[in-house]
Nanobody, 115 residues
């Protein structure tokens, strides 16, 4: 089992920045992909950014150049979000995917971009 906990959401004005953090614990040595997803009201959950254990990253086209995912050696992953737009408003979820094919989710953290 892997436990995933996010933090760092909040209210920010358009053009502002916010940094999300996520920590995975438990059987975390089996994790090889960690990522961020988001779900806005009335919409499906979508991938925002992901990082593999070898360092490969992928981003949604809507956030490329504005968001940066990073990961440390302790199974913590971060999402630096710059130049935030109102359409970035959503609940952001951290995800951990293991080598056994299991996926674990955090409880989510609300990000609201509004003036």
């Amino acid at each position: 089992q892997v436990q995933v906990v996010e933090s760092g959401g909040g209210l920010v004005q358009p053009g502002g920045s916010l940094k999300l953090s996520c920590a995975a614990s438990g059987s975390s040595s089996s994790i090889f992909v960690m990522g961020w997803y988001r779900q806005a009201p009335g919409k499906q959950r979508e991938l925002v950014a992901a990082m593999h254990d070898k360092g490969n990253t992928n981003y949604a086209s809507s956030v490329k150049g504005r968001f940066t995912i990073s990961r440390d050696n302790e199974n913590r992953v971060y999402l630096q979000m710059n130049d935030l737009k109102t359409e970035d408003t959503a609940v952001y979820y951290c995800n951990a995917f293991t080598s056994r094919g299991s996926t674990f989710w955090g409880q989510g953290t609300q990000v609201t971009v509004s003036s």
